[in-house]
């Protein structure tokens, strides 16, 4: 069994999955998690490189968000789309960084995600309300690689 693998259990991933469910039913925003051992290159920069290839620069609003974690690199990073971008508090991102952090550096990967998909959704509800003519763009289930 890889690293990526182990590093959560099929019920924590479901638990993420529900919180991503979650915090994305009162808003337009997409929000995905993305885990991988990693290739020894900047989190933020393939992060950046993940979120085309996971085309979730495709959305209506320009309100996507990728947490990508590195695994064997112990790296995360968390990636939002111009239009997100645009509207949120300058340190919202490093608030929600440091949201996942704290839980990371106790090793309670899962509380960690789970909060910073929560912190996400919140914001984008703020800027980007759902409303009847969305739909769910992006898949909820976690990306791997």
């Known amino acids: 069994m890889s690293?990526?693998?182990?590093?959560?259990?099929?019920?924590?991933?479901?638990?993420?999955?529900?919180?991503?469910?979650?915090?994305?039913?009162?808003?337009s925003g997409e929000i995905r998690v993305?885990?991988?051992?990693?290739?020894g290159?900047?989190?933020m920069e393939r992060a950046k490189v993940l979120f085309h290839?996971?085309?979730?620069?495709?959305?209506r609003n320009s309100n996507g968000v990728l947490i990508y974690i590195a695994v064997h690199d112990h790296q995360f990073a968390i990636c939002g789309d111009k239009g997100i971008c645009k509207v949120v508090p300058e340190n919202f991102w490093d608030?929600?960084?440091?949201?996942?952090?704290?839980?990371f550096a106790k090793k309670a990967f899962k509380?960690?995600?789970?909060?910073?998909?929560l912190s996400t959704g919140k914001e984008l509800h703020t800027h980007f309300p759902w409303n009847s003519l969305d739909s769910n763009e992006l898949t909820n289930e976690i990306s791997k690689g």
């Not at 690293?3 to 979650?22: G, N, T």
């Not at 509380?111 to 998909?117: C, H, K, L, N, W």
């Open 3 to 27: 690293e990526v693998e182990r590093f959560l259990s099929r019920e924590e991933e479901e638990e993420i999955i529900q919180a991503i469910r979650k915090a994305e039913r009162d808003t």
């Open 34 to 39: 993305h885990i991988e051992n990693g290739l």
């Open 41 to 43: 290159m900047d989190a």
């Open 53 to 59: 290839e996971l085309k979730m620069d495709n959305t």
């Open 95 to 103: 608030t929600t960084r440091d949201q996942i952090q704290k839980h």
């Open 111 to 117: 509380e960690g995600i789970i909060a910073g998909v």
